[in-house]
């Protein structure tokens, strides 16, 4: 079996943070880096399927991640040009029955980081990775800054869908979303304990979703998001927080009482959507995990559950190999099929929710009224969207 190894993990994402919490409990030396001054988490909120759950249970992390966050028992999405029901999703279809967890990005990071200081992991900040250089005597990894830190023997790149190292071809998506965080509003007509959607073909689409903890006000949140194309949002910006309101409460009414907490466009982060496929372990001492090697639309909902799923998995091909290369080929067989056929899947689904076609939400409208009542079809939708299709860690 592979000795203990000196572990250079540069990223504090989901991915690098559960990654190194796993590596370290194994009994390797780790040291992860990031870019920034500070470790902290961008954007508003997440989904924690039944998959990145299991993983966050076996950190430990799952009760102190359920005190922070709201139960999401259902995916609801109306189509209010034909008021049909072009999303319909409930968790109680899986034979678990385990509904996903809606949480601000902050207080899964928060967890996640606790837990690495309490476990003495070091963190280099100030650390943006631009290349690595793989010797024989380790790999060495190339910041920005000229600091050298020496060699590992094995560097695992958490760095997400920008990854200067990865490879395989990143495609930008033609839609990514303004996401912003609120309070849950007292009143309210928004279905509970549901992500609710609105949708305007598939070229307007409006969401909210409980997220547990506000961290900004201590109370209640939600997660408010507005599809739009990267190269509209200056235009957004400039025609101001009024007009984003009313294109808002133009396709979805009831939503008032959450955007319109929403005071300055500045509260809007303009998130955009990339697509890359590459391979897990490209070498023997260079190892991805999260969306350095697989970035997709978080349509599914899935990207951080697969970045823990992928420390799980990366720990365990470690603790059973004799070599890296052997671990390698492990960790790949672990993860492929699986992240695949949900990459497969994005490409197929994103476009029914974000695109300018008329045919696809077309489509969509039809099939999900007619074929989402089946309960075979129920039964699969549900196992994809708790991030369970094929998967084995
Ligand atoms: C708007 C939006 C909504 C989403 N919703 C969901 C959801 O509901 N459920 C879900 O599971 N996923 C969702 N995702 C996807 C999810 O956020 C990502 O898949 C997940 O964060 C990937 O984790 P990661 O650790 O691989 O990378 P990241 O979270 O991107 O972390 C990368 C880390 O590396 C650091 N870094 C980057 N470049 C460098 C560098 N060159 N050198 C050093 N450090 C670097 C960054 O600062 C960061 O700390 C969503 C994504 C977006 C954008």
Known sequence: MLGKLNIA??????????????????????????????????????LIQPSGQLILEMLGLLDRIKSMASPVIQLNGIS???????????YSNTSEGIAALGIHRASLFAVLLEAIQKADIPIVVNSRLSAVEDGDNGIRPVFESGVNSGAFDLLIDATGARSPVAGGKVTRLNYGAFW????????????????DQRYYRASQMAGIMPIGLNPATGNPGAALFWSEKPENAGQVIESGIDRFQQNYCD?????????????SVEELNLAVYNHRTGLPSPTDR?????????????????GAN????????????????????????????????????????????????????LLKPLIRDIAIHHFARMP????????TVSGNLALSI
Not at 180 to 195: G, K
């Open 9 to 46: 993990i540069v990223g504090c994402g989901p991915g690098g943070l559960a990654t190194a919490l796993f590596l370290q409990r194994h009994g390797h030396d780790i040291t992860i880096f990031e870019q920034f001054a500070e470790p902290l988490p961008l954007g508003s909120g997440l």
């Open 80 to 90: 209010v040009e034909r008021n049909r029901r072009a999303l319909d999703m409930r």
């Open 180 to 195: 912003a965080t609120v309070d849950m509003p007292q009143a309210h007509c928004i279905m509970p304990a549901a992500l």
């Open 251 to 263: 396709l979805w009414p009831e939503a008032e009482p959450f955007v319109s907490q929403i005071t």
């Open 286 to 302: 260079l190892f991805h995990v999260g969306d350095s090697w697989h970035c997709t639309s978080p349509q599914l909902g899935q």
């Open 306 to 357: 697969m970045a823990l799923i992928d420390a799980a998995a990366l720990a365990a091909a470690l603790e059973r190999s004799a070599s890296l290369s052997e671990a390698g080929e492990r960790y790949r067989k672990a993860r492929m099929t699986h992240i695949r056929l949900y990459q497969m899947l994005s490409v197929i689904f994103t476009p029914l929710y974000q695109s300018d076609s």
């Open 376 to 383: 075979f079809i129920r039964r699969f939708i549900a196992k």
